[in-house]
């Protein structure tokens, strides 16, 4: 909760110096450069420690960052130093967190297979999904209403709390022994990796198709523009928009952990990610509230189809031993490219105008379904 809020706090904050949106996408790049270089080694390191200890340092590592970025939002540090610093610092904080979530969001993902019993591991990972979810809700929410009420000083202190409230729960968690022995070469271990998803197609077409899908569809990074100088909301109703599609998301997840998808769950992943893409067109067209509201809402009920058949890929297919570094794989593919998307978007931004350019990307993630559909056939077929 607390880094989904810093997240949406920073891009707010970024958008308030500079009036810019480039600066809105040059954070999604500044994040994903450290975690898509060192995603292959960090699924190493992964799965040769103790995952427990590798969560324990980077939460305090947070800590550290949302320190700084405090510091950084006071009216002291912006009469002292201006704003072209505060914005360099902020770029170098984020730098930083991208080399932390390098190794944390593998570890997140991957601890779940040692903890919990292999025949809850489907109900498990959706409940893991749900609770990032509900977190990501209730961040983004916040944030808007925290801004609005606190200020970003205030905010960060907020999101101080929170984030040293998730290192006492992840202390409480036991330490496992590693997947690999610690001899085995480098080189050799992390390829090893990259080997297990190309060979297995499903898990391939589902991360790819995710990938692109998230790169184009990402309208989420421009909604400070939409909520500021289209729909003229504040920052609340930033908060909202912001939420819109998480809330989307979690009502369909907690549905799939009630009532799981028995059967062509690869076709529904497909058909889910296309509507997803006309959502976003949707969204883009607007000029209405509640309508770009509902967009995304929806939006949100389809990735969250997404985010369901993803997770159930990943953690049935992959073997114990493998698990951090495919999960790094995997967050190479995924995670990084919201931030990817975020540049992105920001440079599409710059060059179309911001309304073209959330077009585009909606029209390009339904053509990256068209395009998976008759080049991964396993995808569309597959069933667990």
């Excluded at 201006?82 to 930083?96: D, P, T």
């Excluded at 593998?106 to 509900?134: D, E, K």
Aim: charged residues 15%; positive net charge.
């Amino acid at each position: 909760m607390g880094l989904r809020m810093m997240g949406t706090l920073v891009a707010w904050w970024m958008y308030e110096l500079t009036g810019d949106p480039f600066y809105i996408g040059m954070i999604g790049l500044a994040e994903a450069i450290p975690a898509v270089s060192l995603a292959l080694y960090s699924g190493y390191v992964v799965d040769k420690s103790d995952k427990r200890k590798l969560l324990v340092r980077a939460v305090l590592l947070y800590v550290f960052c949302v320190l700084i970025l405090l510091g950084a939002s006071t009216q002291w540090f912006n009469h002292a130093f201006g704003k072209k610093l505060i914005i360099a610092f902020v770029y170098s904080v984020i730098f930083f967190t991208g080399v932390i979530r390098s190794f944390s969001g593998p570890t997140f993902s991957a601890i779940i297979a040692s903890i919990v019993p292999r025949p809850l591991l489907v109900t498990a990972s959706q409940l893991s999904s749900t609770s990032w979810l509900v977190a990501s809700i209730t961040g983004h929410a916040m944030a808007g209403f925290l801004i609005a009420w606190l200020q970003v000083t205030g905010t960060f202190c907020v999101i101080i709390s929170l984030v040293l409230t998730g290192f006492f729960f992840v202390r409480r968690i036991k330490q496992r022994a590693p997947g690999i022995s610690s001899d085995k070469r480098t080189l050799e271990a992390v390829s090893e990796g990259l080997r297990f998803v190309y060979k297995t197609k499903e898990v391939l077409a589902a991360i790819s198709l995710d990938m692109f899908a998230v790169f184009f569809g990402g309208a989420v990074a421009m909604v400070p523009v939409f909520a500021k100088d289209i729909l003229k909301v504040g920052p609340v109703g930033f908060g909202w928009l912001n939420a819109a599609a998480d809330i989307g998301a979690i009502i369909m997840v907690i549905w799939l952990t009630i009532a799981p998808m028995r059967r062509r769950q690869g076709l529904k992943l497909l058909i889910a990610v296309a509507g997803f893409g006309l959502c976003i067109i949707l969204f883009g067209i607007s000029k209405w509230y509640w309508l770009s509201f509902v967009a995304l809402l929806v939006s949100g009920v389809l990735d969250g189809v997404s985010v369901v058949v993803r997770g159930n890929i990943m953690q049935l297919k992959t073997p114990d031993e493998l698990r951090g570094r495919v999960m790094s794989v995997n967050s190479m593919f995924i995670n990084s490219s919201n931030e990817i998307g975020q540049f992105e978007s920001g440079v599409a931004a710059k060059l179309m105008g911001v309304v073209p350019s959330v077009v585009f990307g909606g029209c390009m993630t339904v053509l990256v379904v068209v395009i998976t559909w008759f080049k991964a056939p396993s995808l569309k077929k597959l069933e667990y």
